[in-house]
């Protein structure tokens, strides 16, 4: 799907108006949530206990950034929510026109110009059986909201990362690729950096490969040039990811998709992240080794430069 700075919202939208816990209408600060079709104040924003979303993380969702009032590759996340969603035989109850208005509307309704969606749709309510088929409709819930992930600070001193022992999960029993609402494998992954003090954690496949960090793809560079593990190494095939690619075309810096070790890792000139939340940030050490001069490298603060160059200047406008 191809990102237009210049797309118009729809002239009628998809929703209803926001309502207080009376049921009447309301024009307060307070956060506004989309719950299938509807705005609700935050308190009053519920999902029931027998939704499969919660019982058995059955659903799946996306993280969208938004940017000085345009929301960054929105229909390149929709169509990876639409992936996902085929994936799992989950019917989204909506088209993908009438979904990009709810997810501009949520951001009109709480007025904000720059902030993160978390875009979410589960398999409904069911019973306390695993049976999808007891699920008649499914559930689309959008949360606008402001996000910081890191510090300002890590991304000028750099990130410490430490390889843990939960492996990603293997694309014959639950495909990365796939942004399921069952997310324990990294929450795993994540408890165990917080154990020992590291800022991320580096996540291996079951060959021993790196695969990616909790919620953010890896990047390693030597010698000038850019390495990333392949998606077949278990790497979600993230938006900011692609982005990387881009500029790297621009800026003639070759970058290799191929497996990458530890070791890789270790020796590296620069390494930085990437993800939708966490954005580009440099990573200075992994597993207690320094990773080159021990500060962020030229090319990753060429790289920072531009994407931030980019997410300010395209988009799919929202007011």
């Given at each position: 799907m191809k990102n237009?700075?210049?797309?118009?919202?729809?002239?009628?939208?998809?929703?209803?108006p926001a309502i207080d816990s009376k049921g009447g209408a309301?024009?307060?600060?307070?956060?506004?949530?989309?719950?299938?079709g509807e705005f609700f104040a935050e308190a009053d924003a519920k999902?029931?206990?027998?939704?499969?979303?919660?019982?058995?993380?059955?659903?799946?969702?996306?993280?969208?950034?938004?940017?000085?009032?345009?929301?960054?590759?929105?229909?390149?996340?929709?169509?990876?929510?639409w992936d996902s969603a085929r994936s799992i035989a989950l019917e989204i109850p909506m088209s993908i026109k009438e979904m990009s208005e709810a997810l501009l509307e949520t951001i009109r309704q709480n007025?904000?110009?720059?902030?993160?969606?978390?875009?979410?749709?589960?398999?409904?309510?069911?019973?306390?059986?695993?049976?999808?088929?007891?699920?008649?409709?499914?559930s689309v819930i959008i949360i606008a909201a402001k996000i910081a992930l890191y510090p300002e600070s890590l991304y000028n001193s750099g990130l410490t990362v430490v390889t843990v022992?939960?492996?990603?999960?293997?694309?014959a029993s639950l495909n990365p690729a796939v942004k399921s609402l069952n997310y324990l494998n990294n929450v795993m992954a994540r408890i165990?950096?917080?154990?020992?003090?590291?800022d991320e954690a580096l996540m291996l496949n079951d060959q021993g490969y790196v695969a990616e960090c909790t919620a953010d793809n890896v990047f390693v560079i030597k010698h000038g040039q850019i390495f990333t593990p392949p998606i077949s190494a278990g790497a979600l095939r993230g938006i900011t990811r692609g982005v990387v690619f881009e500029i790297a075309a621009e800026t003639g810096i070759k970058i290799t998709e191929t497996n990458i070790t530890r070791h890789d890792v270790f020796v590296a000139d620069e390494c930085f992240l990437t993800g939708t939340a966490a954005e580009l940030i440099p990573v200075i050490k992994a597993d207690?080794?320094?990773?080159?001069?021990?500060?962020?490298?030229?090319?990753?603060?060429?790289?920072?430069?531009?994407?931030?160059?980019?997410?300010?200047?395209?988009?799919?406008?929202?007011?």
């Amino acid at each position: 799907m191809k990102n237009d700075a210049d797309t118009a919202v729809l002239d009628k939208p998809a929703v209803k108006p926001a309502i207080d816990s009376k049921g009447g209408a309301t024009a307060t600060k307070e956060m506004r949530i989309y719950v299938d079709g509807e705005f609700f104040a935050e308190a009053d924003a519920k999902v029931s206990v027998f939704d499969h979303g919660l019982l058995y993380g059955d659903g799946i969702f996306e993280g969208i950034r938004f940017y000085n009032g345009r929301v960054f590759r929105l229909e390149e996340h929709l169509e990876r929510l639409w992936d996902s969603a085929r994936s799992i035989a989950l019917e989204i109850p909506m088209s993908i026109k009438e979904m990009s208005e709810a997810l501009l509307e949520t951001i009109r309704q709480n007025d904000l110009r720059d902030g993160y969606i978390r875009l979410v749709v589960t398999r409904g309510v069911g019973n306390l059986g695993l049976n999808p088929a007891q699920c008649k409709k499914p559930s689309v819930i959008i949360i606008a909201a402001k996000i910081a992930l890191y510090p300002e600070s890590l991304y000028n001193s750099g990130l410490t990362v430490v390889t843990v022992a939960s492996r990603r999960t293997n694309p014959a029993s639950l495909n990365p690729a796939v942004k399921s609402l069952n997310y324990l494998n990294n929450v795993m992954a994540r408890i165990e950096a917080n154990l020992a003090n590291a800022d991320e954690a580096l996540m291996l496949n079951d060959q021993g490969y790196v695969a990616e960090c909790t919620a953010d793809n890896v990047f390693v560079i030597k010698h000038g040039q850019i390495f990333t593990p392949p998606i077949s190494a278990g790497a979600l095939r993230g938006i900011t990811r692609g982005v990387v690619f881009e500029i790297a075309a621009e800026t003639g810096i070759k970058i290799t998709e191929t497996n990458i070790t530890r070791h890789d890792v270790f020796v590296a000139d620069e390494c930085f992240l990437t993800g939708t939340a966490a954005e580009l940030i440099p990573v200075i050490k992994a597993d207690g080794r320094v990773i080159g001069t021990g500060k962020p490298g030229p090319i990753t603060a060429r790289m920072i430069q531009r994407f931030r160059e980019i997410t300010r200047e395209t988009g799919t406008a929202i007011y």
